[in-house]
């Protein structure tokens, strides 16, 4: 909901910017948020129990070429 981005939006000391109900601002809003997750030094971003029994050991991190 709005409101949620909102919260994590001001969580991050971001402001929102785009119009209301616009897909395409919300995701660059929210892209702008996992950016601040993605340099935070908290650990934001982990595997939570959404992926449980998904194997991502074996993941390929190289860029296809």
Do not use: T
Not at 16 to 35: P, S, Y
Request: with cysteine; proline share 3%; aromatic share 4%.
């Amino acid at each position: 909901s709005d409101v949620y981005k909102r919260q994590m939006l001001r969580h991050h000391k971001l402001q929102f910017e785009g119009r209301l109900h616009c897909g395409a601002d919300d995701a660059r809003n929210l892209a702008r948020v996992a950016l601040a997750l993605l340099e935070a030094d908290e650990d934001p971003l982990r595997v939570n129990d959404a992926l449980a029994g998904v194997d991502i050991s074996d993941r390929d991190d190289e860029a296809p070429s």
